[in-house]
């Protein structure tokens, strides 16, 4: 059984001190959720330090980074390395979003080498594929998300991938208000749980957590929560907010218990 997993990726959101006193008022709304569900924020590089120091033992969130690079050290100005975030508690990294790829080049071979690094460290790689809204128009959907997952997981063993999740994010649903519908979610993720199958094997595909990100909201999540292809949630503007993040929280633990 996959465990839903709701990931907050904060983006350039948030001062350190900001980010403390917003941690610890979303730790104390979330005593009533469900424990069996898996809740992870994504602040910025600069506020990790104070959401760990932030963080009670007893809080359910657990803490992950939006990006890292492939190095464990050296002469690479203004990067962050695997090591340098386990030393400081992250349990996942959000790796090849769809800003990194189109504000910032990131390419295929450079987001394999970051997954190579992220899994040799023992954080838990997610990583985000989608495409853009000319590419659904013109039927190019399931080539796009194959191409995507290809490129960067081939060369893997069933083994190294097995702390993988992948985040379906398209780039139309991101920041626009306008969410996939949870057929377009639904169908998406079957397509990438076929390209899992056949390029890792079928028992990974089956245990591979499928996000879906882009526009998620505490109005939409139930719905796109409704089918056991969707294991939870990559969420960015909704995140923001104590009270919306704790909504998505609850309404995600509601689902997994009633088995849906
Ligand atoms: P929004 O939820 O703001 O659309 O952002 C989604 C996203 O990019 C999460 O990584």
Redesign the pocket.
Known sequence: MRRILIVG?W?MNKTASEAATFVRALSERLHSVSTQIELVVAPPFTALQAVRTALEPSSPLQLGAQNMFWEDQGAYTGEVSAPMLVDLGCRYV?LG???RRTLFGEQSDGIQKKLRAALRHGLRPIL?IGESLQQRESGMTDDVLTQQLNETLSGFTAEALSGITV?Y?PIW????GKSATAEQAVAAHHTIRRVLASTISPEQADSTRILY????TPHNIESLLASNQVDGA??????LQVESFATIARVASIARSIGV
């Open positions: 990726n983006k959000i979003h769809s800003e985000c985040a994010e649903a991101i920041g626009t990100g882009g526009s998620v990559l969420i960015g503007g909704a995140c």
